[in-house]
């Protein structure tokens, strides 16, 4: 069974400020993990994917996350906000198996960015 | 290219009527899957397809909720005897064959059950 847990359901930030976004996750098999961003009325589209090679990911509108097995957390970084970076974060979980890599999502974490 | 497009964007049910929805995945995807997004919540699985297959529905709520790949590229989700608990946004995700982890979502469906 795998689960996340995505702390904060909101973080509010500064423009030009670091975001974190905090993820933990259980998975009994070794995982992908992954973030989703989420603007409204939108489908999610997919920022970044840890699928067991380096643990340090970048991915797309200068985010990155680390895949740490020890705190069992891949927590989603960026330097520097920007106001276009408001939106809804998802981490997620799977295992590539035989029945498709299902996604486990977490609650969401409401990233708001203030001037 | 295009992306996965589901129809209809929105959909206004009565208690107790029958609902279709769509999904029209990126072209040669062979994994496509459905989720339920509650308000405020995460998207839950509901079911996967491998080509018109359907390999994992465990995540269907109830034996209302039926869906159907039969050609092995668009699918159809269907709910009957909709209630209001089924109001969400219904997500459609497809995944190609050299990619399995990686899933390509549509805007979704949002369903309203009045």
């Known amino acids: 069974a795998q689960s996340v847990t995505q702390l904060g359901s909101h973080v509010s930030v500064s423009e030009g400020a670091l975001v974190l976004l905090r993820c933990n996750y259980s998975s009994s098999v070794p995982p992908y993990l992954f973030w989703y961003v989420q603007y409204p009325n939108q489908g999610l589209q997919l920022l970044l994917k840890?699928?067991?090679?380096?643990?340090l990911v970048k991915g797309i509108n200068g985010f990155e996350a680390e895949f740490k097995k020890s705190e069992t957390s891949f927590h989603l970084t960026k330097p520097s906000a920007h106001m276009s970076d408001a939106a809804e974060y998802f981490c997620?979980?799977?295992?590539?198996?035989?029945?498709?890599?299902?996604?486990?999502f977490g609650t969401g974490t409401q990233l708001k960015v203030e001037l | 290219g295009a992306g996965v497009s589901q129809s209809p964007r929105y959909k206004v049910a009565k208690r107790g009527q029958d609902v279709a929805l769509r999904c029209d995945p990126i072209?040669?995807?062979?994994?496509l899957f459905w989720y339920q997004q509650a308000l405020g919540q995460g998207p839950e699985f509901l079911t996967y397809f491998q080509n018109e297959a359907q390999l994992d529905k465990s995540g269907l709520p109830s034996d209302r909720f039926f869906a159907e790949r039969p050609e092995g590229s668009v699918s159809t989700l269907k709910i009957q005897r909709t209630q209001q608990e089924d109001s969400a946004v219904y997500l459609c995700?497809?995944?190609?064959?050299?990619?399995?982890?990686?899933?390509?979502f549509g805007p979704g469906t949002r369903l309203t059950v009045t």
């Open positions: 995700a497809s995944s190609p064959r050299d990619k399995l982890y990686e899933q390509y």
């Open positions: 997620a979980v799977s295992a590539l198996t035989g029945g498709g890599n299902k996604l486990t």
């Open positions: 072209s040669g995807h062979v994994s």
């Open positions: 840890y699928t067991s090679a380096a643990t």
